[in-house]
């Protein structure tokens, strides 16, 4: 029988694989015990995959747990980031819900165990690099849908 791993032991390598994800993962461990939010740049680990919040849920609860990655979320800009695979953006071009931020572009990430500054892991990351699948999470989100106001008309 397998014992289930304390919640801060999953916390402590989640928050380890994501601050080994930035260009400077002390400056994203010291942001964390500041409370303060880490910029952590997308690009050779992950590219985040925005979408609004209520979209981002639902879409979220068409995903089995297994097949889920990291989701960040921001109630108070009606935010989810959702992180993909580096060549995820062709995928996901088409899903009119999703905008895949460019390379280098930094997500400003809490820990894994707690919220900072309103965000929080809605999924968290657990240490172990699974992110979602860019044909999962089109699927997840579905044929058309509205865009995101801040993208401009194409």
Known sequence: MVLPTPLAELYEAGDAWLADCAARPDLARRAW????????ASGSHWLAAESMLVAGMQALNRIREEHRG?????????????LVPPDAAEELAD???VLVQPPGTPLHCPPTGWQACGRFWL???????????????????GPGGNRLPTEAPG
């Not at 990291?70 to 959702?82: G, Q, T, Y």
């Not at 999924?123 to 989100?141: H, I, K």
């Open 123 to 141: 999924s968290r990351p657990d240490g172990s690099g699974r992110l979602t699948d860019s044909a999962v999470l089109a699927a997840a989100f």
């Open 95 to 97: 899903v009119r819900s």
């Open 33 to 40: 015990t500041l409370e303060a939010l880490a910029p952590i």
């Open 70 to 82: 990291p989701v960040l979320v921001d109630p108070l800009l009606d935010r989810a980031w959702w």
